[in-house]
């Protein structure tokens, strides 16, 4: 910008460009700038510079700081790099105006949460520039503020003194005597030496028990900020380190399900649930009765007493006959049936349907999205295809996952997010599920879920009776709130579903008896 314009500007335009002069110097600095204390790498430069960039948090964190003391910017990268290389770095010759870093760096290093970030971080560059923002933008109002820039005053001073070298040197060369130091050298000694004591005086001035105290809260934060991502991850089924679909890396989901959490607090309430309601699943699953092996299909040798033919068993009425068939079944060679069990070859969707009303929103929606994700854990471990809506007068939400083909976290989460409000009707939803339904066909025990509170009818019954019994499919209703329970005659989910669960009132924390047989019916599908 040139002097004119600079004198054009005037109020907040003026304040403004020099807040972007700041953070473009102090990025310039995360990447170029010299090292404080030790020796970071060019990648972890690069991702650090990479992490600060174009965001808005990071931005004022490195404005604010750099502000404070010229280094910031030299600091948050070696915290950066520390972290994401597990601590292994080269030392160097700390200079007198980085005594501050070098303190602050071994305030962390006496902290064991420190060293256990240090491991969950390495290789991590979410995590490690999660870590790593976390620290700074506590640690940015502890840092003593410094009046004089001792890296302008030690940048300044050595300019100098390498012009005044070369003069030397080529007066030298000519046979010439030295010329003395230029007075402006002279200024920027002194300047420095001035930032230098002043930096030394500052960081003897740091209060080491608040700045650990600001550490300790720094990294617990963050630990908890990681955990609640990890846990989100897990939920919908996505390991912390899968990469999403297509280019999406590992980072970018992550940063993606962050951006979610800090959105929408009720997500976390629907993935706390949905961990509950995974055990109940797991447990209804476990105690369902599996046919075992029951057709005879052949005769084979072996030694199971159960299956052997009946010549064989008369020989145990005969005190030698006995030991031949001990012989025989110790050698494994008594003569036994072989039996098979008959297992379908595939099995049909899941199909999740959830009212979307006004009535629906606060504990009703929360309990019926944690169902509906326990469902499509379900549907994942039967490999199963799983379809979800929400539906108000009319479609409001779908998601749907083929089988095999997991859906990355953030569609998942905004399956579960969605919440628009409105009146209540049946038949957008029914005549959803059943196309989803009739794309496999050929696949048996396909499962419609329907959750709702309303008191509604469906006013297209006949026409999802018949193709309900076209396709084998069943409906299985979970009637929340007295409207839905008391709700009886043609079109009400009593005349669709195969069963209603009734829930009359719904309790999150402490669930009754009737969200509990719900829950169980629908999870042992």
Not at 181 to 196: C, G, I, S, T
Not at 270 to 281: Q, S
Not at 296 to 314: S, Y
Not at 395 to 415: C, N, Q, R, W, Y
Request: a neutral charge.
């Amino acid at each position: 910008m040139s002097v004119y314009s600079q004198h054009a500007l005037s109020g907040e335009a003026l304040i403004e460009h020099a807040r972007a002069q700041t953070i473009k110097r102090a990025h310039q600095q995360m990447r170029h700038g010299p090292d404080l204390t030790r020796t970071v790498k060019t990648w972890p430069r690069m991702q650090a510079e990479y992490t600060m960039r174009d965001k808005s948090g990071p931005e004022e964190m490195l404005a604010e700081g750099t502000k404070r003391v010229s280094g910031w910017s030299g600091f948050v990268r070696e915290v950066f790099g520390r972290l994401y290389t597990g601590d292994k770095l080269r030392g160097t010759d700390v200079k007198p105006e980085h005594a501050w870093a070098s303190q602050m760096h071994s305030m962390l290093d006496d902290l064991p949460e420190w060293q256990r970030m240090t491991q969950r971080c390495r290789g991590d560059s979410y995590s490690t520039s999660a870590a790593t923002m976390g620290l700074s933008q506590k640690l940015t109002a502890q840092v003593p503020e410094h009046r004089r820039d001792a890296e302008e005053a030690r940048r300044r001073f050595e300019l100098l003194k390498e012009e005044w070298d070369d003069a030397k040197e080529a007066a030298s060369q000519n046979g010439e005597p030295p010329p003395p130091p230029p007075p402006e050298m002279r200024q920027a000694k002194n300047d420095l030496d001035a930032a230098r004591a002043e930096a030394e005086a500052c960081a003897g001035n740091m209060d080491p028990s608040a700045m650990r105290q600001t550490m300790r809260a720094a990294l617990a934060e963050t630990n908890q900020h990681l955990d609640d991502i990890d846990s989100t991850l897990r939920a919908v089924g996505w390991g912390s380190q899968d990469a999403g679909p297509g280019d999406m890396s590992a980072d970018a989901v992550k940063r993606d399900v962050a951006a979610r959490l800090e959105q929408a607090d009720r997500l976390r309430e629907i993935m706390d649930l949905a961990g509950r309601l995974k055990n109940v699943m797991r447990e209804a699953q476990a105690a369902k009765v599996r046919h075992g092996c029951s057709e005879i299909t052949d005769i084979e040798t072996g030694a199971d007493v159960a299956r052997l033919l009946p010549n064989e068993a008369a020989l145990m009425r005969h005190p030698k006959g006995k030991l031949i068939l001990f012989r025989k079944m110790l050698e494994r060679g008594a003569l036994q049936y072989h039996l098979e069990g008959k297992e379908p070859t595939g099995r049909g969707p899941v199909v999740v349907c959830i009212d979307d009303s006004g009535s629906m929103n606060g504990n009703r929606d929360v309990w019926a999205k944690a169902l509906a994700l326990a469902l499509l854990e379900m549907a994942r471990k039967q490999n199963r295809h799983y379809a979800f809506c929400t539906f108000s007068t009319q479609l409001t939400h779908t998601f749907v996952e083929e089988t095999g083909k997991k859906s990355s976290p953030s569609v998942v989460i905004d399956a579960l997010l969605a919440h628009r409000g409105g009146g209540t009707a049946f038949d957008p939803p029914l005549t959803w599920a059943l196309e989803q339904v009739e794309k496999h066909d050929k696949l048996k025990d396909a499962d419609v879920v329907f959750i709702s509170d309303g008191d509604c009818r469906a006013n297209k019954l006949d026409e999802h009776r018949r193709r309900l019994a076209k396709t084998g499919a069943r409906v299985w209703g979970i009637a929340v709130g007295p409207s839905a329970v008391n709700s009886t005659g043609e079109g009400s989910m009593q005349s669709f579903c195969e069963k209603v669960y009734p829930v009359t009132e719904l309790h999150i924390d402490s669930p009754g008896e009737q969200e509990q047989a719900a829950a169980r019916g629908v999870l042992g599908l």
